[in-house]
């Protein structure tokens, strides 16, 4: 196996009038540190450069254009890790015969969407929040507090939690004025209890319980602010976490993923738990490289609990890739 990891390189397209903000850098620093951490372990990992930088993340991977795919299987790879934001008519459509690791693009612009897809979930009697879309002059008749978000987001990026109408209308109106998630959001109603997330894999099985702790005005802070090492630990399995664990294993195998998700988890006032964020493009940092001692992800924290140490938890990944028709 050669394996070659493929970054984001532009602005994904907007997607019935909604955006999805890029992360800087494209999760290349990602990819850098998957990448070295399996050439460490002995795999065949293809890089543009020759004598890859270890400081320098573009040097480990390819940038998601068709130009960049096509280099990385010039250049030898048969397996193509899709660490990127994928959509209909990516550039990895146009490619075929080839193994890849990550979702079908089809189902990332579907799973993506924040609000169809706690949707899809509440009906097949799944626990998850109920979502209102909010458009520039909608006002929230829902219960108080309640949650502001994007439907395509990234991570906590833009999510507000507002305690009043008033509080509403200036987040609406900020949100929509910045232009950064398109011409509609959603709302939803805030969950006040223990917060956790689970991996699960495309088989079906999943790794420990993450909780998420020290949230900032009632929502956990973006992991490119304070690293998620800060304010997460790993917890054991209560009766009410046995019973989420199998229902967002449910959720995976019900909608046919073929790649690793992250399903963030809140406890409402009931302390009755739901999801509320579906995740098909978890973050995989890791701190393989001399200068990233802190910055494990949430998956990873996950995994090391199950004995995994981070080359396990890429080798295991591996193992799911399948081949593009």
């Not at 006040?192 to 900032?216: A, H, W, Y």
């Amino acid at each position: 196996m050669k394996v070659a990891f493929i970054y984001q390189a532009k602005q994904p397209p907007v997607i019935n009038g909604i955006k999805k903000p890029m992360k800087p850098g494209g999760y290349s620093d990602g990819c850098a540190d998957m990448a070295y951490c399996l050439r460490n372990g002995g795999t065949d990992v293809i890089t543009p450069a020759e004598n890859p930088d270890v400081y320098k993340d573009t040097d480990w991977c390819f940038p998601d254009t068709h130009e960049g795919i096509q280099q990385a299987i010039d250049k030898g790879a048969d397996t193509l890790w899709l660490n990127t934001v994928l959509y209909k008519g990516h550039p990895i459509d146009d490619f075929s015969g080839i193994y890849v690791v990550g979702h079908r693009t089809k189902d990332v612009e579907m799973y993506d969407d924040k609000f169809s897809t706690n949707t899809l979930l509440l009906q097949n009697e799944l626990p998850a929040v109920t979502d209102f879309l909010v458009t520039a002059d909608t006002v929230y008749n829902g219960e108080y507090p309640c949650v502001l978000k994007p439907i395509r987001g990234r991570g906590s990026q833009g999510v507000v939690k507002c305690d009043t109408p008033e509080e509403f209308i200036k987040a609406r109106d900020e949100a929509f004025a910045s232009g950064r998630y398109g011409d509609t959001m959603m709302a939803e109603e805030y969950l006040g209890g223990t917060e956790v997330t689970l991996t699960v894999f495309p088989d079906g099985t999943s790794l420990p319980f993450i909780e998420r702790f020290d949230q900032k005005n009632g929502i956990a802070p973006y992991n490119g602010d304070v690293p998620v090492v800060k304010n997460s630990r790993v917890i054991e399995d209560t009766p009410q976490l046995t019973a989420l664990r199998k229902s967002c294993e449910l959720a995976v195998w019900l909608l046919g993923l073929k790649a690793v998700v992250r399903i963030d988890c809140r406890a409402d006032k009931n302390g009755n738990f739901k999801m509320f964020d579906f995740n098909p493009k978890p973050n995989l940092t890791g701190a393989s490289r001399p200068h990233r001692p802190d910055l494990n992800s949430l998956t990873l924290m996950a995994a090391e609990a199950a004995g995994m140490d981070y080359f396990g938890l890429l080798t295991k990944m591996l193992e799911t890739r399948y081949l593009l028709d």
